[in-house]
């Protein structure tokens, strides 16, 4: 018979929660929130880039203004107003202050 200090192991996970689904368990347990972690990094660098590339666009478009285009210019501005609130709503997300 088991004496009193052999208890059974208490089934402690240090602190962790446990999947709902169950899912975290083996030695690729924790894989799914790397992925998670992992796409959300892709998608952010990718919506990072479309706005430096956005901004380049702009910033050139309104460097290089000919008489004709100057009709455009409050367009370009609105444009570069609504890039600007992106780039606030981007470092918040980050939680980077701008």
Same mark, same amino acid.
Request: with cysteine; proline share 3%.
């Given at each position: 018979?088991?004496s009193?200090?052999?208890?059974?192991?208490?089934?402690?996970?240090?602190g962790?929660?446990?999947?709902?689904?169950?899912?975290?368990?083996?030695?690729f347990?924790?894989?799914?929130g790397?992925?998670?972690? *992992?796409?959300?990094?892709?998608?952010?660098?990718? @919506?990072?880039r479309?706005?430096? !590339?956005?901004?380049?666009? &702009? #910033?050139?478009?309104l460097?290089?203004?000919?008489?004709?285009?100057?009709?455009?210019?409050?367009? *370009?501005?609105?444009?570069?107003?609504?890039?600007? @609130?992106?780039?606030?709503l981007? !470092?918040?997300?980050?939680? &980077? #202050?701008?």
């Open positions: 018979m088991p009193d200090e052999k208890q059974k192991k208490r089934n402690d996970s240090n962790l929660q446990r999947c709902p689904v169950g899912s975290d368990v083996g030695i347990g924790r894989a799914n790397f992925v998670d972690g *992992l796409s959300a990094g892709f998608i952010y660098a990718t @919506a990072i479309e706005l430096i !590339t956005q901004t380049e666009e &702009i #910033e050139t478009a460097a290089t203004l000919d008489e004709e285009e100057k009709e455009l210019l409050p367009t *370009l501005k609105e444009d570069l107003a609504d890039i600007d @609130a992106k780039w606030v981007a !470092t918040a997300m980050f939680a &980077i #202050e701008a």
